[in-house]
């Protein structure tokens, strides 16, 4: 069976950072692409860093490039988000997501919908 638990999140203020982390479970990594998403209050999920399969590739919403970055383990199949000088804008529900297919970074930060596995989602608020 495969599972996605992830930690981290919580409130942090304006400029601060926080690391997520989701640990996988129930399959190979090489054979998964995996990303985070987000949703905000009154909006629509939209991939913010993928990792295409086995982790060859990794992309990055523009919004949030040269401020999150991607560190994953192939051995764990763990990926974590570290999340820098983060802006209220950031305040969202943070969710890993897997799919076992030969796919891009690109294609999974673009195509929340097709992804087989979640994990729960973590809160994310920033402000003061």
């Known amino acids: 069976e495969v599972q996605l638990v992830q930690s981290g999140g919580g409130l942090v203020q304006p400029g601060g950072s926080l690391r997520l982390s989701c640990v996988g479970s129930?399959?190979?990594?090489?054979?998964?692409?995996m990303g985070w998403f987000r949703q905000a209050p009154g909006k629509a999920r939209e991939g913010i860093a993928c990792?295409?399969?086995?982790?060859?590739?990794?992309d990055y919403r523009d919004s949030v490039k040269g401020r999150f970055t991607l560190d994953y383990d192939r051995y764990t199949s763990t990926v974590d988000l570290q999340m820098d000088n983060l802006e209220p804008a950031a305040t969202a529900t943070y969710s890993c997501?897997?799919?076992?297919?030969?796919?891009?970074?690109?294609?999974?930060?673009?195509?929340?919908?097709?992804?087989?596995?979640w994990g729960a989602g973590s809160p994310v608020t920033v402000g003061s």
């Open positions: 997501a897997a799919i076992k297919a030969i796919v891009s970074s690109w294609f999974i930060c673009r195509t929340a919908s097709a992804m087989h596995f």
């Open positions: 990792l295409g399969t086995g982790g060859t590739t990794a």
């Open positions: 129930g399959f190979n990594f090489d054979d998964y692409a």
